[in-house]
Structure formats: structure tokens, C-alpha cells
């Protein structure tokens, strides 16, 4: 090897040591760090406020299912499942009525008055969620405080005798109309629960599920209330959380969405539909520029003066051409009065009567069958004087 080549070598091998250690003296100088970043709510999350709790059951392994409302209110599960509604104006009467029935025989109903209390309570919400409470002999309370909802802590005893639970509840919605043996839940005279035996099954009604949610359930006690109060009295029950969210139509969707398309839209429509009326007539083909036949327009002028009762102009000129014909046969000047003699020899060249004749000559016919007739007369004079017989 050559002192150049060698030389070329060690430089090369220089570098790369070079690089090494400077690549290794920063990785021991640095330290990994762990940084978390608030990305919010899923998108699942946003559209299911009960998906923590859901989760949450199922790893305490509770047997937990989803359905919505309408659909599982139908086909009721069997006694000894718990329903949980979530918004009490979503239940019908008929739909009450098979509830009375199903809890009777041993299910277990837990009933939101709403889940958001924060939300706006139209009064049509609140008639509709009063009567659906008056159907169990309970009260609906509203409060109108215009500083807004507040937040009231309730320490909830436990039943092993730990410590109580603190859950909190929105003073806007309590209840009223708790029977003597009912299980209630209250602070300073404000019930958020009432508990109920109602045949072999029970009932429980809340003020609000605002514990519940995503937002809500990993704050205080809430998570272990939840599982509390929806744990099925016997094993292999199952928890039913009914879905009441409506499902809005395509034309609310695609306002929410689109509103200036839509509003585009229908002022196009209404422009193209009055401009369908712009048109005094029918549409009519094109006239072609080909020449008519000259049949077309005599016929054309012929029934234009029929319908104007022009009559006598059409028969004119048939009855001067014919007494012009037969005059000059007869050597006779047009102005002489020699009507009677012409009606005489045209009546004994046609061999009709010399009535006809006249009729032919002077009468003003006043219907199309009488126009027709004199109309052949007028024609026959003509044919009589060019034939041999005219003469």
C-alpha cells in the first residue's frame, strides 16, 4: 500500500471516530423526557356522555349493554335487569305503562329527570317531564334562581359503614312527592333521589345523571355511586344503558351543516319554477320555411271568413263567374234582367228544379248544410256550361 493510500485511510477512520464519540457524548448528556398533551375527548366520547361509565362497569366486570330507547322499551328485558333512562320526557304513555308492569314483576328502572342540568329546560320539557313523574306520584321542582345552577355536595352513607360518599348534584332540579317508606337522598330539605319498592322491583329516580358523564365520573366518589346504584340485585343481571338522544332528520343535519347551500338551493328552485310560468301559451313548433301549398292558405282564408259569417263573400264570385259564363253564351248583356230566363235554361240544362236554381243564385245560406248544397249547385252550373249539353 502506498503512503497515500495509507494516509487516505487514517483520515477516513479519523472521521468516523470523530463522529462516534461526539453522537455518544450527546446521548449521555441528554435525558428523555415524557410530555403530555391535552388532546380533549374522542370523538366517541363527545357523542356517547356515558362511554367512562360503560367502561367503567365492564372492568368491575357488571354485565353491561347498550341499546336505544325506543328499541329496548319495546322488547323489555326480563325482571331483575336494570334499565337506566336518561332523560324522562323520551318515555311515552304507552311506554309507562309496560314499565309499570315490567317493575312490578322484579326489574329495576333508575330514571334521570335529565342528564345535563345545565342544558336549557323549555317549558315544553318540563310539562312533558312533570307528567311523566306524576305518573309515579312524584313532583317535578324547577328552580328559577337567576344566579344559575350550583353545585350541592351530599354525603351519601354507606351501607358497610366507610366512609359516606360525596357526590354532587345541581340544586337547579329536586324533587318532590317521597312517601313515608320511600329511600331518599337529600340536603337542606332538597330531595336529588328517591328510592321506591314497587312490587318485586324497584324504581329510583334522580334529579340528575350529570355524575354520570365522561366529564363528570372521575371526580369524587361518582364512579363508585354509579356502580352502586345500577349493580344488579342478582348476579348475571344485566345493565341496560338506554340511549334517549333523538336522532335528528336529514333536513336538521344538513341545515346545521350547510345553511347558505340550502337557502342557494331553494332560491334557485323558486327562480327556475317561476320562470315556468312565464309562458301566455302552450310551446309551438317552429314554423318551417318551406312554402305552403296554395290549398292550405285558400282553405285557411275560406274558414277564417266562415267564422266571421262572411258567407256571402265566399259565395260571390261562384255565382258572378256562373251568371257571367251563361250571359255570354246567351249574348246577353250583364246588366240586363234576365235572372228568370237564366234560371229557366240552367234549371233545363241540370234537369232540377228552377227553385234550386234560385236558391243557387240569390239565397244566403245560414247553416254548413246549406252552404254545402248551394256550393255543388254553384259547382254544376259551371260543369253544364263547359259540357256539350251547356251549349
Known amino acids: 500500500m502506498s503512503a497515500e493510500r495509507r494516509l487516505l485511510v487514517l483520515a477516513v477512520t479519523g472521521v468516523l471516530l470523530s463522529l462516534l464519540v461526539a453522537v455518544a457524548g450527546v446521548f449521555t448528556r441528554l435525558e428523555p423526557q415524557t410530555i403530555e398533551i391535552e388532546l380533549g375527548p374522542s370523538d366517541s366520547a363527545r357523542r356517547d356522555p356515558l362511554l367512562a361509565a360503560e367502561r367503567f362497569l365492564a372492568r368491575l366486570e357488571l354485565p353491561v349493554a347498550r341499546d336505544h330507547a325506543g328499541a329496548r322499551l319495546r322488547r323489555l328485558p326480563p325482571?331483575?335487569?336494570?334499565?337506566?333512562?336518561?332523560?324522562?320526557?323520551?318515555?311515552?304513555?304507552?311506554?309507562?305503562?309496560?314499565?309499570?308492569?315490567?317493575?312490578?314483576?322484579?326489574?329495576?328502572?333508575?330514571?334521570?329527570?335529565?342528564?345535563?342540568?345545565?342544558?336549557?329546560?323549555?317549558?315544553?320539557?318540563?310539562?312533558?317531564?312533570?307528567?311523566?313523574?306524576?305518573?309515579?306520584?312524584?313532583?317535578?321542582?324547577?328552580?328559577?334562581?337567576?344566579?344559575?345552577?350550583?353545585?350541592?355536595?351530599?354525603?351519601?352513607?354507606?351501607?358497610?359503614?366507610?366512609?359516606?360518599?360525596?357526590?354532587?348534584?345541581?340544586?337547579?332540579?329536586?324533587?318532590?312527592?317521597?312517601?313515608?317508606?320511600?329511600?331518599?337522598?337529600?340536603?337542606?330539605?332538597?330531595?336529588?333521589?328517591?328510592?321506591?319498592?314497587?312490587?318485586?322491583?324497584?324504581?329510583?329516580?334522580?334529579?340528575?345523571?350529570?355524575?354520570?358523564?365522561?366529564?363528570?365520573?372521575?371526580?369524587?366518589?361518582?364512579?363508585?355511586?354509579?356502580?352502586?346504584?345500577?349493580?344488579?340485585?342478582?348476579?348475571?343481571?344485566?345493565?341496560?344503558?338506554?340511549?334517549?338522544?333523538?336522532?335528528?332528520?336529514?333536513?336538521?343535519?344538513?341545515?346545521?351543516?350547510?345553511?347558505?347551500?340550502?337557502?342557494?338551493?331553494?332560491?334557485?328552485?323558486?327562480?327556475?319554477?317561476?320562470?315556468?310560468?312565464?309562458?301566455?301559451?302552450?310551446?309551438?313548433?317552429?314554423?318551417?320555411?318551406?312554402?305552403?301549398?296554395?290549398?292550405?292558405?285558400?282553405?285557411?282564408?275560406?274558414?277564417f271568413l266562415w267564422r266571421h259569417r262572411a258567407i256571402e263573400a265566399l259565395l260571390a264570385p261562384t255565382r258572378r263567374r256562373v251568371r257571367a259564363c251563361w250571359r255570354e253564351r246567351s249574348r246577353a248583356p250583364s246588366s240586363s234582367p234576365d235572372e228568370p230566363h237564366l234560371a229557366r235554361r240552367l234549371a233545363e240544362t241540370l234537369h232540377v228544379p228552377e227553385e234550386e236554381i234560385v236558391q243557387a243564385l240569390q239565397d244566403h245560406p245560414t247553416d254548413p248544410g246549406a252552404f254545402v248544397r248551394v256550393s255543388t249547385r254553384l259547382h254544376d252550373m259551371l260543369e253544364a256550361r263547359r259540357s256539350p249539353r251547356g251549349h
Do not use: K, Y
Open 79 to 303: 325482571p331483575g335487569d336494570t334499565l337506566l333512562v336518561t332523560e324522562a320526557r323520551a318515555l311515552s304513555h304507552e311506554q309507562l305503562a309496560a314499565l309499570d308492569d315490567w317493575i312490578q314483576a322484579g326489574g329495576r328502572l333508575v330514571l334521570m329527570v335529565t342528564r345535563d342540568p345545565a342544558a336549557p329546560i323549555t317549558a315544553a320539557d318540563h310539562t312533558h317531564s312533570a307528567a311523566v313523574l306524576a305518573h309515579f306520584d312524584l313532583d317535578l321542582h324547577i328552580n328559577p334562581s337567576p344566579r344559575g345552577a350550583v353545585n350541592v355536595l351530599v354525603n351519601i352513607p354507606d351501607p358497610a359503614g366507610s366512609a359516606p360518599l360525596r357526590v354532587t348534584w345541581s340544586d337547579r332540579i329536586t324533587l318532590g312527592g317521597a312517601r313515608a317508606t320511600d329511600r331518599v337522598l337529600e340536603q337542606d330539605e332538597r330531595l336529588f333521589l328517591i328510592e321506591r319498592e314497587q312490587g318485586e322491583g324497584t324504581l329510583t329516580v334522580l334529579a340528575d345523571g350529570h355524575f354520570m358523564t365522561n366529564t363528570a365520573i372521575g371526580e369524587l366518589d361518582h364512579a363508585l355511586f354509579t356502580a352502586r346504584l345500577l349493580a344488579p340485585a342478582q348476579a348475571g343481571r344485566v345493565i341496560w344503558l338506554l340511549d334517549t338522544r333523538e336522532t335528528p332528520t336529514l333536513g336538521r343535519l344538513l341545515w346545521s351543516a350547510a345553511p347558505l347551500a340550502l337557502i342557494s338551493g331553494a332560491l334557485c328552485l323558486l327562480v327556475w319554477v317561476w320562470s315556468l310560468g312565464g309562458r301566455l301559451g302552450p310551446l309551438q313548433e317552429v314554423p318551417s320555411r318551406d312554402r305552403h301549398d296554395l290549398m292550405e292558405h285558400l282553405e285557411a282564408s275560406a274558414d
